[in-house]
């Protein structure tokens, strides 16, 4: 009889407001909880737990998460305490541990604009990214884009990074027509009123500024919508909220939101904006596509990849094509309504069930219990 694997998974960001980092490792627990197998999942958190623990899925308290402990003797006391045949991190690997290492790269973007970055997360990521990629078995990416990237600026061998997709979040869910009214309501927002969303971290890499003197241009042309950007403040969110000064009218900060109030904007949103100068993946486009909402995003990074046939692209540092592709989505029904059809039908290709089952596979062979099938992920 096969031993059961048993697999240790980083889950210190849940409940830190992370967004993408935050989402990914919920959705795997997710997608692990929903998979077959002779298997045993410790997810090592700060916050309580966000699901009932299982026969399969163990919740871990870590004691202190401070990166220093955690880091040094916390992962790695853990994994020797629950027997890990493989231990599961994101972006950096603890100094030490018993057991192989997996790590996660989002992306590597912090090497190709670190003008996107404060001083101390670019000097962070630079020193520990790479030697973590060094220390693990297989280093995980959730696209071809970054895969390649990976390979071709840190001189990786291609068998050892593999592509596996996200899925929408738990945003993604559906409301009542009524409740989502009434989420909008107790944020402040008139349900009343068209708008155009946008969702991300107030910083440079979202590329907010050009979008809001985008929307500016929308409305001086006289259509009457407003833009709703739901997300914190970060790294240089000054330059958003100046940007948006002259339009305050029409721009509404949300800040951050649980995932029933993001949830409800998506609802109720005539349009989503993706104006992101870089993504990995971009989990808001396939979120905004589970509600139905019509897509207009960057051409650039993973998003084509992601968003497919689906989406109606822009080059996100003209202004100019920015204006243009929210003022046909808003203003052509049949544009609007095949994107919607088109949206909800991509979004369905991707799952966090399928995301586990392909990152068990990287797993497995990083324990030496199998072999890895394809790199690819899309």
């Known amino acids: 009889m096969t031993q059961r694997l048993r697999i240790g998974l980083d889950a210190h960001m849940v409940?830190?407001?992370?967004?993408?980092?935050?989402?990914?490792?919920?959705?795997?627990?997710?997608?692990?909880?929903?998979?077959?197998?002779d298997f045993d999942l410790y997810a090592y958190h700060v916050d309580r737990p966000w699901v009932e623990?299982?026969?399969?899925i163990h919740f871990r308290p870590m004691a202190n998460a401070a990166p220093w402990v955690r880091l040094t003797v916390g992962l790695a006391t853990h994994a020797i305490r629950d027997s890990l045949d493989v231990l599961h991190v994101t972006y950096t690997a603890p100094l030490w541990a018993r057991c192989p290492i997996v790590v996660t790269v989002h992306?590597?973007?912090?090497?190709?604009?670190?003008?996107?970055?404060?001083?101390?997360?670019?000097r962070v990521l630079s020193a520990t990214v790479p030697l973590s990629m060094r220390k693990a078995q297989h280093v995980i990416t959730v696209?071809?884009?970054?895969?390649?990237?990976?390979?071709?600026?840190y001189r990786v061998r291609p068998e050892k990074v593999v592509a596996i997709p996200n899925a929408a979040g738990p945003a993604a869910m559906q409301l009542?027509?009524?409740?989502?009214?009434?989420?909008?309501t107790a944020l402040g927002l008139d349900p009343q009123r068209r708008y155009v969303l946008a969702v991300g971290n107030l910083q440079p890499r979202k590329n907010l500024v050009r979008l809001i003197e985008a929307?500016?241009?929308?409305?001086?042309?006289g259509l009457d919508?407003?833009?709703?950007?739901?997300?914190?403040?970060?790294?240089?969110?000054?330059?958003?909220l100046a940007a948006s000064r002259e339009a305050a009218a029409r721009v509404r900060f949300t800040g951050y939101l649980s995932d029933h109030q993001l949830a409800a904007c998506y609802s109720c949103a005539s349009a989503f904006a993706f104006p992101s100068l870089f993504e990995g993946f971009g989990i808001p486009a396939i979120e905004a596509m589970a509600h139905g909402v019509p897509v207009v995003c960057s051409n650039t990074g993973a998003l084509p990849e992601v968003c497919a046939d689906a989406a109606l692209y822009f080059d996100p540092v003209d202004v100019d094509s920015i204006a243009?592709?929210?003022?046909?989505?808003?203003?052509?029904?049949?544009?609007?309504?095949d994107l919607s059809r088109r949206g909800r039908e991509r979004e369905k290709q991707f799952s966090w069930q399928k995301s586990a089952q392909r990152t068990l596979e990287v797993y497995q062979t990083a324990a030496g219990r199998d072999s890895l099938h394809a790199a690819s992920g899309l």
């Open 324 to 337: 243009n592709a929210i003022r046909r989505v808003m203003t052509d029904r049949n544009l609007h309504a």
């Open 225 to 240: 919508v407003d833009l709703v950007i739901a997300g914190p403040e970060h790294y240089r969110a000054d330059e958003v």
């Open 107 to 122: 992306d590597i973007s912090y090497t190709t604009n670190p003008e996107w970055f404060s001083k101390r997360d670019l």
């Open 143 to 153: 696209s071809d884009f970054c895969r390649n990237q990976i390979i071709e600026h």
């Open 176 to 184: 009542s027509y009524e409740g989502a009214r009434r989420e909008l």
């Open 15 to 37: 409940g830190g407001r992370e967004t993408g980092n935050e989402t990914y490792v919920r959705g795997l627990v997710s997608g692990f909880s929903q998979l077959p197998g």
């Open 53 to 56: 623990s299982d026969s399969r």
């Open 215 to 221: 929307m500016r241009s929308v409305v001086a042309a």
